[in-house]
């Protein structure tokens, strides 16, 4: 006969073995899988060895992976001679507003990415006070918001192809408080823009971003991105930053983003860590020092690369910072006026303590200049636009047909530039915590997401890397190639469940042919889709499938779990 303290403790005992089992309710192990992918060769994400194996999705999570799995399937998926990946995390993204045009993200899925990291500098929200609400019409419908959350639920309403996370960045942050002044902020009106960072954060921002090259993310100084950045360590977020000037202040702009860091208890992500100045390239070596020794003491420093050597702006850059106060309108008046002309000139050819300058940084040669916008000039470099501009003779002076070109089209042109080596490049993605982003939006090969002449990166991104660097030129391995497009991407910014293949995992995922992946997109036609990319799934749905887009739209927002 048991005892009723005897039957007490059974009952603990029982509980806990409960507790360690889990509820005691169908697991589902006994129905069909949705899908099984059989005879894959397996990169999982972690930089581990590729092995033979199958994997297995029931609804949006990988439920089983290893070799030769055993169960019925709704759909099964042969991948002999194919590797099966997670899906590739776009580090840097701006799709924000394309997505709500066409959610199909056909540049990005057809590459094998399943999820955009939005919001650099400029995110979607918040757009309150001075920074009017935002919206975007598209046929019948009509997006709008004023925060973060709003924008999120705008692209849940219109579905996507691929998932979405998004950064809250400091140009929203700065213009919804002070305008498109360049006024300094009160501290009245610097805990307002903690306020909003903070808000943003509550609603699923990954952390803070900053593009501090040009006004207003420029316009504020290192105490005071710190401040911001300090709003985002109780939700463990990420700083994320564009550094001040990529070119012969890349040492000390390394260095700020360290200290940002470093006294706001945050990790930090350099944005396409490059060498974007003729005068200092060859120095990479000394930059990942900067950053070797940061990480020695335990700030948490990382970077990320696009895989060329060209990097996309606006002829608008060139332009010093003082002539953009009070925005676009202002902007022009200026180009127009004689004595402000002057000034102009003067500044771009000999600089501003501080400024980034495009065109000192590429020996003021317009060849290395090539329009991406959506105009006549559109894939022409700036050299053969002054002479269809001039035809028969030479411009008086370039500069200022230059400064006419800007003002006939609205004061702004969008521009690649031929500004980094590709050593430099090579150097800093071969760094263990440099991983892959695109800096490229969701466009189309037709339709009206076809326009201008963008960069090939929009297109080709994630093939470039596991075609050229790793098959062709062995300057990664496989497993390291995916790992820096995968879960190092996930772990840096925080996303759970995400960049790799494991039980229990949402079942994002990209299949591809590691004899044929290449990109095809170039400087001159970027309108092209890669090649080898077989299948690509999104939280257990095909939306790639032998290579044509099925026109699912299964992406969800990921927010980030708060505290």
Request: hydrophobic share 35%; net charge positive.
């Amino acid at each position: 006969m048991i005892s009723s303290c005897s039957r007490l403790l059974l009952g603990i005992g029982l509980c806990f073995l409960s507790s360690l089992s889990g509820p005691r309710t169908s697991s589902g192990a006994d129905k069909p899988f949705d899908l099984l992918i059989q005879n894959a060769r397996i990169v999982d994400g972690t930089g581990n060895p590729w092995f033979h194996g199958d994997l297995a999705i029931r609804g949006d999570r990988i439920v089983a992976i290893g070799p030769q799995l055993s169960g019925d399937s709704k759909q099964t998926l042969d991948a002999t001679g194919l590797v099966v990946a997670p899906g590739f995390i776009d580090m840097h993204s701006h799709s924000d507003y394309l997505l709500l045009e066409d959610g199909h993200a056909h540049s990005k899925i057809r590459q094998g990415v399943t999820t955009e990291i939005l919001g650099e500098g400029f995110s979607a929200g918040p757009a309150k006070g001075q920074r009017a609400g935002r919206q975007i019409t598209v046929g019948k419908n009509t997006w709008k918001w004023t925060t973060l959350e709003g924008y999120f639920k705008a692209l849940e309403k219109s579905g996507m192809a691929t998932n979405v996370a998004s950064y809250v960045g400091i140009g929203a942050v700065w213009e919804s408080v002070m305008g498109k002044s360049f006024d300094r902020p009160t501290e009245e009106q610097l805990v307002e823009m903690e306020t909003l960072v903070k808000e943003a954060m509550e609603q699923g921002a990954l952390g803070f971003s900053s593009q501090v090259m040009m006004p207003p993310g420029s316009l504020a100084t290192t105490a005071e991105i710190i401040r911001l950045c300090r709003q985002v360590k109780p939700y463990g977020g990420i700083y994320s930053t564009h550094i001040r000037n990529e070119g012969t202040g890349v040492f000390d702009s390394v260095s700020e983003a360290i200290t940002i860091g470093e006294k706001a208890e945050v990790p930090v992500d350099i944005i396409h860590l490059k060498i974007a100045d003729q005068q200092y390239w060859g120095r990479m070596s000394e930059v990942i020092e900067l950053i070797k020794q940061a990480r020695d003491r335990g700030v948490n420093v990382q970077a990320n690369v696009y895989p060329y050597t060209r990097g996309n702006n606006n002829l608008v850059s060139i332009i010093p910072p003082w002539a953009h106060e009070g925005g676009r309108g202002k902007l022009l008046e200026r180009l127009k006026s004689p004595e402000d002309r002057k000034k102009i000139k003067h500044d771009i050819v000999h600089g501003v303590e501080g400024w980034y300058n495009h065109y000192t940084a590429i020996g003021g040669d317009w060849s290395r200049m090539l329009i991406s916008g959506n105009n006549r000039f559109r894939g022409l470099t700036m050299d053969r636009v002054f002479a269809l501009r001039n035809p028969g003779k030479k411009p008086v002076n370039l500069l200022d047909d230059f400064l006419d070109l800007l003002i006939e089209e609205g004061g702004s042109v969008a521009t690649v530039y031929a500004h980094h080596t590709e050593k430099d490049m090579n150097l800093a993605l071969q760094q263990p915590w440099c991983s892959v982003g695109s800096d490229g939006s969701a466009y189309a090969i037709e339709g009206p997401l076809r326009r201008g002449n963008p960069h090939p990166r929009n297109f080709g991104t994630f093939p470039r890397v596991l075609g050229r660097y790793v098959r062709e030129r062995k300057l990664l391995t496989l497993e390291n190639g995916i790992r820096k497009m995968t879960s190092l991407n996930a772990a840096k910014v925080g996303l759970t469940q995400r960049g790799m293949l494991k039980k229990g995992y949402y079942a994002d995922v990209t299949i591809f042919d590691p004899l044929t992946i290449i990109d095809q997109a170039t400087f001159t036609s970027p309108f092209q889709y890669p090649r080898g990319i077989q299948t690509v799934i999104v939280n257990g749905t095909i939306v790639i499938q032998e290579g044509k887009h099925t026109d699912a739209t299964p992406g969800q927002v990921l927010r980030k779990h708060q505290p």
